[in-house]
């Protein structure tokens, strides 16, 4: 390379710079100038090239900017050689052009890598939803060769034969459309839409949906069509038209009815496959393989609002204006065979002209895998694909009507609640009322027609309610008295549907067609309705089945002349059209006000907190239920602590209850008996006898009703015992009916009284007292007895005698007439015995007689009757005082006892003997307190928990027992809780759903 010096480089680029300014441009002004950067610093340094980004922002390709101009440094050394390297340097800009656009690739396709990898995670994870698809669907490739089957079915076009031709169905609207069309004398003409979706017909023929979309479309069209064709025959002008244009008009109306009934089986075929689609995926989910938790159906949650409605008591002006399809009609005018078809069973009683449905039923209609019904109190499930089921369910249905009418009525205000599930169902809550009548028949109460009127109504006066009015086509509509009554409760009609049944019969019957037409468009009568449907439910044959009926009902519009001349139109028609639109009513209307009632709901809940805290601030919120918990756990506690009494309460319970029962017998048939012996062996073996016919005859049974009771008298004791403050009287009434319903169901064990009589008998039997104090203990036993029976005695012979002279003159008393005659009668007997004091217990009858005789002489007239009477209680005293002061004496003879009384003027056997009878009640209340606390109080525990059981199933039973405005506000307030979230609930998935 040459080397130039400093004023030919400033030359040289001064040239470059004046030669810019002219019209003719050099390649090189194209290009980047990299010789404008290049300068020499100092002789003999060669030529540089610049950094690669040197320049860069001066120039850019992509960029049609003219380069800015700029002035050059000074090159004070160094020489610039001018050369035109244009081609090289025209080949480096393509080059770069290239890298620029490869960048531009790359750089692309990673930006759109990053933006798929992005829109990618934004998608949700569905690999938890593959459940879905049942398990089969991923195992066909295993069993069926999928390349074999395409190639055995039959081309696109083999298929597109089997499909309508749409071309040739619309030059036939193109030839109508030019039939009637306006000519030039102001003719009327039939208006023909076009539909540009006869253009793109072949987009859809491949399909089964875009069949039925075209089949909609078309249907639409001919409706169209057919009406105009028929409002212009019947007007003056259809005179002047040919015989053969009217055939046309009538051979399309055939072609619409069908292309309507292809379009309808179409869609059958579509919900068939549905439903069996549904119907797997349900019983995919209802086998719980992925173990979820499946949240219940809108309208079951809807229901259960609707059922704890049924049950609420609004004491507080909130009534229930939730949505219901409201089923009524005349009796007898086929409203239970419309729920019936709607319900797809047959799962009502029927009767021929009898009055059948003598209560509400409230039917909830909801999505399932299987066609089941239920009670709202049963967990039984009725299959209703099986005939034995279906003839269960009537008769129970038919059972809970006749349980709910009570003595002399006919029909119930009590409804019968029932849920229905199966595939396809429509989704909605009916009440099926009891049939309006006009005439009160012999067998019903005379207030039967009154009342079915004022529940009807009950039922109508809900704002919200949707009435489903059915009328019976096949007698004359004056007849009817629902149009009436539907009148008066909806006269706008904006909540009324009404349902012409047995148009079968009616179209054979009724003279004029346009009868029915009138009827079905709301003009026969003022009765205004949301809509107009005629239906056909069945032959009139009670076993005939639903498919069967549903094949009747099509067979019977399709040749019907009421749809064949237009007077039905093909909605208005089957029970499927009724079902469908009923469902929207029902859902668009319980959208609109479900929220309303929440409010209201929520109102009367604050209404309720605000009474409890006034009146009970310190006390929980306890329902009846909660309540009744609550006793139960009070009483099982009560129970409970039987078990913790001591045995030494238990034993001192029963002995001396066991004693006081005993007594009588003891002293009158045992002791006393015994005790008017010559000599002590006739005492004991007198007294050895009578306690073996006493322990043989009635002492076990005695010993067990003492222990029986003492049972009852402690459970008792604890039961109704104050437990300070936290005692509530609430509970009182509620476990006094448990005590005496657990003792009645109580039974002591029949084999306790054969063991116990042999441990009797041989405590009885013992006469042997080892020591001194068991003697003392004997004697000190006797004593308390005697005294006490001598105090008895002593109070008896009081009553008989009455006052002494001391009382008589201190509290100025007087005695009786037999009084006075009993004192005479006891002073003479008294003289008796002083003379005698060793006199046997019985007086004889000479004596009897000398009494007797001695108390006339005195001006006593006395009966021998008497004088026995007195002498009983006279000589008792006698004998008691007697046994005092021998006890008293056999103090200090068990010295004696233990020689057995040889040589000694001392006995005391009647010592023994009562030694013998307190050793025998120590025992037996030993025994009983073991068979108490081991068996009887478990026993009684048990029969206690039944009970309880028993309670807590029977809410009328706790209605009885648990009362009080306490209990009743807690149960208002529970209700209206459960109600207000139940509602939330139903409207939070209700706007998940939409």
Request: proline share 3%; with cysteine.
């Amino acid at each position: 390379m040459l080397r130039v010096g400093p004023l030919g480089a400033c030359a040289l680029c001064r040239s470059l710079v004046n030669g810019s300014k002219g019209k003719a441009k050099s390649p090189l002004q194209k290009l980047h100038l990299v010789s404008r950067s290049v300068h020499y610093h100092r002789p003999g340094l060669k030529l540089q090239r610049p950094a690669l980004g040197a320049a860069t922002h001066q120039y850019s390709s992509l960029s049609r900017v003219a380069l800015r101009k700029t002035k050059l440094l000074t090159v004070k050394h160094g020489l610039q050689l001018q050369r035109h390297f244009w081609v090289a340097r025209l080949a480096s800009r393509l080059l770069k052009l290239r890298y620029l656009v490869l960048g531009s690739a790359v750089g692309g396709g990673y930006t759109a890598k990053k933006t798929y990898d992005q829109w990618r995670d934004m998608l949700p994870d569905l690999s938890e939803y593959k459940w879905i698809v049942p398990d089969f669907v991923w195992e066909l490739d295993e069993h069926i060769d999928f390349d074999k089957f395409s190639r055995a079915l039959p081309d696109a076009e083999d298929l597109a034969k089997l499909l309508p031709d749409f071309e040739k169905l619309g030059e036939s609207f193109s030839f109508l459309k030019g039939l009637f069309s306006t000519g030039p004398a102001g003719e009327t003409a039939l208006k023909v839409t076009s539909n540009p979706s006869f253009e793109n017909d072949k987009q859809y023929k491949k399909g089964l949906l875009g069949e039925l979309i075209l089949l909609q479309q078309q249907i639409q069209q001919q409706e169209e069509e057919v009406r105009r064709a028929t409002g212009y025959y019947n007007t003056g002008s259809s005179q002047q038209r040919r015989k053969s244009d009217r055939e046309k008009a009538d051979q399309l109306q055939e072609e619409l009815l069908r292309t309507q009934l292809k379009y309808q089986r179409i869609l059958e075929r579509l919900e068939k496959e549905n439903k069996e689609l549904r119907k797997l995926v349900l019983q995919k989910d209802d086998k719980g393989i992925h173990q979820r938790n499946v949240k219940k159906s809108l309208i079951d949650m809807y229901s259960e609002v609707l059922d704890i409605l049924s049950d609420y008591d609004a004491n507080y002006n909130t009534q229930d204006h939730l949505p219901r399809v409201i089923v009524v009609g005349d009796q007898s005018a086929g409203k239970t065979s419309v729920l019936e078809m709607i319900a797809q069973a047959r799962i009502f009683p029927r009767g021929s002209g009898e009055m059948m449905t003598r209560s509400p039923v409230k039917v909830t209609l909801s999505e399932g895998p299987h066609h089941v019904a239920m009670f709202k109190d049963s967990s039984r499930e009725f299959d209703l694909t099986k005939e034995e089921d279906l003839a269960a369910l009537r008769h129970e249905i038919e059972i809970r009507m006749r349980k709910s009418v009570k003595d002399g009525q006919t029909v119930s205000a009590e409804t019968i609640s029932l849920s229905v599930k199966g595939p396809g169902l429509q989704r909605m809550v009916l009440v099926d009322l009891p049939g309006i009548i006009s005439t009160v028949t012999a067998g019903m109460a005379a207030d039967t027609k009154e009342t079915i009127f004022s529940i009807s109504k009950a039922y109508m006066l809900n704002p919200n309610a949707i009435i489903l009015c059915i009328q019976d086509g096949s007698v004359d509509a004056e007849r009817s008295i629902v149009t009436d009554l539907v009148s008066q409760m909806d006269p706008q009609g904006k909540r009324t549907i009404f349902v012409l049944t047995k148009v079968d019969l009616a179209e054979k019957n009724v003279a004029s067609p346009n009868r029915i037409q009138q009827i079905i468009e709301g003009k026969l009568f003022p009765m205004k309705a949301l809509g107009y449907f005629a239906v056909v439910t069945g032959k009139g044959n009670s076993s005939e089945s639903i498919d069967s009926i549903k094949d009747y009902e099509e067979e019977f519009f399709q040749a019907s002349k009421l749809v064949k001349t237009g007077m039905l139109k093909a909605h208005q028609v089957t029970t499927r059209n009724l079902s469908l639109a009923v469902s929207d009513c029902f859902w668009k209307m319980v959208r609109e006000s479900v929220e309303q009632q929440a409010d209201a709901f929520k109102a009367t809940r604050f209404n309720l907190e605000t009474e409890w805290k006034n009146n009970y601030p310190r006390l929980r919120e306890l329902d009846r239920n909660e309540l009744f918990e609550k006793a139960k756990n009070e009483i099982l506690d009560e129970v409970i602590s039987l078990s913790q009494v001591t045995p030494k309460h238990w034993e001192a319970i029963l002995q001396r209850t066991l004693w006081e029962r005993v007594s009588t017998h003891v002293i009158e048939n045992i002791y006393l008996p015994a005790a008017q012996t010559v000599n002590a062996g006739t005492f004991n073996t007198t007294v050895d006898i009578k306690l073996k016919q006493w322990t043989d005859k009635q002492l076990p049974h005695k010993a067990v009703e003492v222990a029986w009771d003492t049972l009852q008298e402690e459970f008792s004791r604890f039961m109704t015992e104050q437990k300070g403050k936290e005692h509530d009287d609430i509970f009182d009434k509620l476990k006094e009916a448990v005590k005496e319903e657990s003792i009645k169901r109580h039974k002591w064990n029949e084999q306790a009284e054969d063991s116990l009589r042999v441990i009797q008998h041989n405590a009885l039997e013992d006469r042997s007292i080892s020591d001194k104090q068991q003697w003392d203990a004997a004697i000190h036993f006797m004593e308390e007895t005697l005294q006490s029976r001598l105090k008895d005695t002593d109070s008896v012979i009081y009553d008989m005698v009455g006052p002494d002279w001391k009382e008589r003159w201190l509290y100025w008393t007087t005695r009786n007439t037999e009084q006075v005659i009993r004192s005479e009668t006891k002073a003479e007997l008294e003289k008796m015995i002083k003379v005698n004091e060793d006199h046997p217990a019985y007086l004889a009858s000479d004596e009897v007689t000398t009494v007797r005789k001695n108390l006339e002489s005195r001006g006593v007239e006395v009966d021998p009757v008497l004088i026995k009477d007195t002498w009983h209680q006279v000589f008792r005293r006698h004998f008691l005082k007697s046994a005092l002061g021998h006890c008293n004496l056999c103090r200090r003879g068990f010295y004696y006892y233990q020689r057995h009384f040889v040589d000694s003027e001392l006995e005391c056997n009647d010592v023994v003997l009562f030694w013998r009878i307190q050793r025998m009640l120590a025992i037996t209340a030993n025994t009983l307190r073991q068979q108490l606390t081991n068996t009887e109080v478990r026993r009684l525990e048990k029969n206690v928990k039944e009970v309880l059981e028993d309670f807590a199933e029977d809410y009328d039973k706790k209605v009885n027992l648990l009362t009080g405005k306490r209990v009743q506000l807690a149960e208002d307030l529970k209700k209206v809780r459960e109600i207000q979230e139940k509602l939330e609930a139903f409207i939070e998935a209700l706007h998940q759903e939409k």
